[in-house]
């Protein structure tokens, strides 16, 4: 392998988005849950939830503060690392992110500044308010994000200047709203929703197991049980589905390698199972499918005809190995968070989840699960788009920048590495101190 100026540059892309896409979710899916819990520590003058809701608030706002940091550093290597890239797409993606400045991150800031500091210095309800921008914010930042994603899976609204090489926007709300924003956006923000409740669960479930406020950990663990188990059901069907929908019926390369469809074939099979090997031809070994499956999933007809990667050119094709692996293993996750809430909901119901300790300690190790299915998910839709960096616009070896020389990609690469490394463990240590600590009690003007 060459590890060239394109190559390092990638694998330091994708290591700082990958490990910055660890907060996002958190926030997004803690935000929503906080947002209950504070409903009904207002509207019951509950000491409880209010509790709760202090205890969770602070794991947001470490978890806000993380994700902020390395979002920053992300961004800049947009101008270091992909200059042609930036040339490219600048007249597109400067809306989006300017949108997600403006309206999303400063409201999300705000309100979680008087949210944090706000209580009862402010009234209950306009506490509870702040929690629900702060929510808003979270979710609506992640719109404007994945509208610019979004654009470079299914261009839209731009024209071409090929004299200055570049797109430029030539209708925002077809740009803003290209055919895969609204699939990948529900997607995604359903399954920040499900990394919120297992997080919730979890560490609910840790208190309980270590007789710390056991009594008010039951009360969170319940409603993460409830809200996650409507996330997870809703993130295979429809939110799931539609956009396995949309990348069939828009990027067809990528649906293909995503499922080992490796020969054009009428009536295509879903694998649930198998080996890929990617030296030509490609092949699926020890293979466990359903025939005519993928066919009605993807064109509601069990008997349509699903293009296979013997149709696209060679240079055209993505990774095979990789996009399968990383899709056929968020799919996995997906059907095992579905299957653990089921069972949770339906042993609460009985009256005896917590009696249960083998499914607490199982949910204390699921915390980080819906982040690993979150990265296996980008994982799919990155690695599955290449060679093209712009779909069928411009493709990642045309798009780096040409005046950096390997050693100083390896020097930024590395510092990188190791502040990120720096930024994980503080962060681990911070929530280990916190989970130690547990509920705090009320103080008398809190109470």
Known sequence: MNLDVELLS?????????????????????????????????????????????????????????????????????????????????????????????????????????????????????????????????????????????????????????????????????????????????????????????????????????????????????????????????????????????????????????????TSVEGAPIVLFAVPQDQPPPVLRAEIKIPGLLSWLAFGDAHAHVQGINEFPPENIPPLFLTFVSYHNM???????????VLATFLLRNGVLFEKKWLLKLFVFSIPLPLLACQLGWMAAEVGRQPWIVYHLMRTRDAFSPVLSEGQVWFSLTLLTLMYAFLGVTYVYLLKKKLAVGPVALTGKEK
Not at 331 to 341: E, N, P
Request: charged content about 10%.
């Open 10 to 262: 990638r694998i330091q892309f994708a290591m700082t988005v990958g490990f910055h896409f660890l907060f996002p979710p958190i926030t997004i899916g803690l935000a929503w849950l906080l947002v209950i819990i504070e409903w009904l520590g207002w509207r019951k003058n509950s000491a409880d939830y209010v509790r709760l809701g202090k205890f969770f608030g602070r794991i947001l706002a470490l978890t806000f503060a993380v994700g902020v940091a390395t979002g920053i550093v992300m961004e800049f290597q947009f101008g270091t690392n992909w200059a042609q890239y930036s040339k490219f797409v600048g007249d597109i993606f400067g809306a989006p992110l300017a949108a997600e400045g403006v309206l999303a991150f400063f409201l999300e800031s705000a309100f979680l500044g008087l949210y944090l500091f706000g209580r009862n210095r402010v009234s209950k309800g306009m506490h509870w308010f702040s929690s629900l921008m702060v929510a808003f914010g979270a979710t609506l930042s992640a719109f404007w994000i994945i509208v610019a994603n979004s654009w470079q899976q299914t261009p839209a609204g731009y024209s071409l200047n090929a004299t200055a090489h570049r797109a430029e926007l030539s209708d925002f709300w077809a740009a803003a709203f290209n055919p895969s924003t609204l699939p990948r956006y529900f997607h995604t923000v359903d399954a920040a929703l499900i990394a919120g409740a297992f997080l919730v669960a979890g560490l609910s479930a840790y208190l309980i197991l270590h007789n710390k406020e056991a009594a008010l950990a039951q009360k969170s663990m319940r409603i993460a049980i409830i809200f996650g188990l409507v996330a997870s059901c809703l993130e295979i069907f429809p939110f799931g589905h539609e956009h396995g929908r949309q990348v069939a019926a828009t990027q067809p390369e990528k649906f293909a390698a995503m499922n080992g469809l490796y």
């Open 331 to 341: 799919v996995l996750l997906g059907m095992y968070f579905v299957g653990i809430m």
